[in-house]
């Protein structure tokens, strides 16, 4: 079991409410390793895929989905939505048990573009104000002009239908509460020049690379809540950012390959990948 990180965002002054509405609730934990309640949830989730897939199986073979799976699809839609909302309260609740016990290591940081990054794909802790599901921090794309990256928050329960949040880390005053971490403690300048070295960049490839093909469990795609794999893009250049994505390799009700990707595009993600499998980030 590797070390749990624990990362916990809270509002600075406004008793952790961000946005709109009192419903945002920055400050549910996230934890980085996984009890034996997620993991039921894991098989259940498991078995609801596998009848997915036979389902548009078996639409394919027939030429048509009878109306029996129609309403056996339906039914699965539903007991995910319970299941969701199950495998986010345990999380949430062995992670504040994980951030009491660890309370004399933690140190509170302001939420930086670095910080948000690494929590991509991860962190959740805010209320979907569409539909009450929690949401998930999200990477944009690169500006160059701004040589910023951008956030948002997108909705784990109805990821394509309900509006994603704007989040900018800079006009957010949030702090995060975790374990220490060179890889986010440091200097900007230090850290990103260490990062960027040749000799560091060649380790941590060759560390990352051992890891394919694994599934984590705290990257869980929103739609199947399975653990998502750690794979090399089809196209990739062989650099060590925008070269691996986590992918989930279920389908949907048609029979399609999941869309649900998260991409490695950041030094800040790299290190969380290889601090959740192996304890240690990039600097270690
Ligand atoms: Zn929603
Ligand atoms: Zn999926």
């Known amino acids: 079991m590797p ?3 624990l990362t916990k965002w809270s509002g600075v002054g406004d008793a952790g409410h961000i946005g709109t509405g009192g419903r945002s609730e920055i400050g549910r934990a996230a934890t980085r390793y996984i009890n034996g309640a997620s993991r039921q949830h894991f098989s259940r989730a498991e078995e ?5 897939r036979e389902i548009a199986e078996r639409a394919k073979r027939d030429g048509r989905r009878s109306s029996r799976d129609d309403d056996r699809l339906r039914e ?9 909302e199950e495998l986010e309260a345990a999380k949430a609740s062995e992670a ?5 016990e660890a309370a004399t290591e ?7 573009d670095d910080e948000t990054s690494a929590a991509v794909g991860i962190l959740s802790s805010r209320v979907c104000p569409s539909c009450g599901g929690s949401m998930r921090i999200r990477q944009g794309g690169y500006n160059g002009t701004s040589r910023r990256r951008s956030f948002y928050w997108l909705c784990s329960a109805r990821p394509g239908a309900c509006p994603t949040i704007h989040f900018d880390p800079a006009k957010e005053k949030l702090m995060a509460l975790r374990k220490s971490d060179p890889n986010l403690d440091l200097p900007t300048k230090e850290r990103r020049a260490i990062w960027e070295r040749k000799d560091v960049v060649r380790e941590t490839q060759i560390r990352l690379r051992q890891h394919l093909g694994d599934k984590d469990d705290e990257v869980i795609c929103p739609h199947h809540l399975l653990p998502m794999k750690l794979l090399e893009q089809p196209s990739s250049n062989g650099l060590l950012l925008s070269t691996y994505q986590y992918v989930c390799l279920h389908v949907d009700d048609d029979g399609r390959a999941c869309q649900h990707r998260i991409p490695l595009e ?3 993600q790299v290190s969380e990948t290889l601090r959740r499998t192996e304890g240690a980030g990039i600097i270690h």
């Not at 699965?76 to 969701?84: A, F, K, P, S």
């Open 3 to 5: 070390t749990s990180l």
């Open 48 to 52: 609801l895929a596998a009848e997915q």
């Open 76 to 84: 699965i839609d539903l007991e995910r939505r319970t299941l969701r």
């Open 96 to 100: 504040s048990a994980d951030l009491k």
């Open 106 to 112: 933690l140190v509170s940081a302001p939420v930086s």
């Open 266 to 268: 950041t030094f800040p």
